[in-house]
């Protein structure tokens, strides 16, 4: 049974010890790399700042290079054998690096360290593809987004913490190595603790053969993924976030000290309110998309991604003084709130933006391909974080302040977003969906539990406006084709939306009977794919409020393929700008937003006995008094 909400997750076996192992590993790896940098900056005594640039440029490297390296045979491996096991064996070996970590602050070997951090990448990259590939075999379809949602939180907070941790153990006099060693050690034996208690994964390609050389692979993952629209632009999103972020956090520390004209405390103070700006968006999509995979908040997000990193070049310019402001200082300026302000927002709707696509690469992918898939995905990330340095360097060398830069990428976003939305229109099509169901109206849901979460089945309602297919399909956790009438299918902007939904425009017999038995054809194909089909069997919008009779095409479609059929009712829509109450549809403006409406369900009907004549009876009192 699926949750009644993610937190409840954290609870069972079969995401609990998970999200620890994860959390733990990625609060290591940000501990060391936080205290390799300040060993580097501050503790190496005889190094040059040009030395110190340099090899704090190489360690970057050398945790991405990994990726590039072991990514595609990692997704292989994942793919090939049960996963519990394989993360077990990974968090083993991150024991065994530490204990090389420790040796290495003990000797004060800045190459012993950076061997370790390559080491780190190494594990990284194989765990990417076990990481995300685990969590669709242990949750429901339906609790994908909250278990994703719950993962970035964690990440991003392990990230902030393992950071802090990194630098304030390292700040102790004469015992920061050995605080910092002892940390890792712990963390590494408390991560291989609780992946014990991960269940199994059973592999998915068992007979998989496995490509050693990772130029032939990384290739041959990038043409299968490309094969899947809608799952390769998605990574192509998720690629592009991780640009967005690469540049934000690698300008946070410049933009504090000479923008902001504050202190470290203060960088910390960003750090944190980014990071916990993107785990609570992560977190929000929960809620936001009613358990189901809600690509509409990926507009949402790149929409709030555009907005606010706009408003942060307009607000940040607050240098006044040569002295650095300390955290306190900062907080009291008026104009600061607003700098803070953007970079929460950032940070929120960033989680709004990634978690969907996650989501969707989970639920989409072929589970034989799916762990091959996301190394795919971890590959090209690694090449947009690549990128983005690149082009920062190379935007900032040609005279762009820091604030510009930020202004330049909030735009390019937008052009990104654009490009990838024309590519995919259902992105496009669900925001305007979940803007209606958010927005104009307040959908109060019963019943929907009947809704067969898998396998064919016809769904009949009442017709009381023009909107009903988009207020189902924003509420009903499965896609649904929608069968409607076709001058309805041809509505300007709706158009859209019901042709990227598929859905199937129908005529009567005397109209186009050409277009009547296309339209059964394909409805029979849908029901025989396994596929949710709506029907509105009256055929027509009702112009009283009342139910028009149902018609007997509904008993056709169950003669060709008998499927189990649901009966719903909307109630609430009559008198709404949308339905014909006061005339024609959209002739006057909507006096309030959030129209409490309903959409009720009832146990499904066999098909021998689903009658129109029944139907019509079950929606009625379905419907009751209120229309």
Partial sequence: MSSPNQFSLLRRRRFGPYFLTQFLGAFNDNVF??????????????LTALEIS?????????????????????????????????????????????????????????PLLMLTLFLMGTQSSVFGPVKYGILPQHLRESELTGGNGLVETGTFLAILLGNIAGERLMAVEQLGSLLVSIALLLVAVLG?????????????????????????????????????VAVFNSILGISWFWFLGAVYLAQLPAFTRFHLSADSSVYTLLLATFSIGIATGSLLCERLSGGRIELGLVPLGAIGL????????????????????????????????????????????GGFYIVPLYALIQSRSEPTHRSRVIASN???????IVVSAVAAAGLLRAGLSIPQLFLVIAIMNAAVA??????????????????LIHTVYSVQKEGLDKVPEEGPALLVCNHVSFVDALVIAG??????????????????????????????????RKEDPQLLQRALDAIDDALRNGELVCVFPEGQITRDGELNPFRPGVERILERTPVPVVPMALRGLWGSIFSRRHGAALSRFPRRIG?????????????????AAALQGMVLKLRGEMR
């Fill in 54 to 110: 340099t090899l704090a440029n190489l360690a970057t490297g050398l945790f991405i290079l990994p990726f590039f390296l072991f990514s595609a045979t990692a997704g292989q491996l994942a793919d090939k054998f049960e996963k519990s096991a394989l993360v077990r064996r990974i968090k083993l070996a991150e024991i065994y690096i530490m204990l090389l970590a420790t040796l290495g602050f003990y000797l004060s070997s800045v």
């Fill in 475 to 508: 509420c009903i956790r499965r896609p649904v084709r929608f069968v409607m009438y076709y001058k309805i299918f041809s509505l300007p902007i709706l158009s859209f939306v019901f042709r990227t939904a598929g859905a199937i425009p129908i005529a009567g």
């Fill in 418 to 435: 654009i490009y990838i939305f024309r590519l995919v229109p259902e992105f496009l099509m669900r925001f305007l969906i979940w803007l």
């Fill in 33 to 46: 790399k936080n205290a390799l940098i300040i060993l580097i900056a501050f503790q190496t005594v005889q």
């Fill in 192 to 228: 291989y603790v609780t992946s014990r208690r991960i269940p199994l994964a059973p592999a998915m390609a068992p007979e998989l053969p496995i490509n050693w050389n990772p130029i032939t692979e990384t290739w041959r993952g990038m043409r299968f993924t490309a094969g899947n």
């Fill in 595 to 611: 129209f409490k409406i309903w959409l009720v369900a009832s146990e499904p009907l066999a098909a021998g006995e689903a009658t």
């Fill in 306 to 349: 555009t907005v606010f990193g706009v408003d942060l070049f307009f607000a940040g310019n607050l240098a006044h003084t040569t002295e650095l402001i300390n955290f306190a200082g900062f907080l009291s300026q008026a104009a600061a709130w607003r700098a803070l302000a953007d970079i929460f927002l950032l940070g929120l709707f």
């Fill in 378 to 384: 971890n590959i090209l990330n690694a090449c947009f």
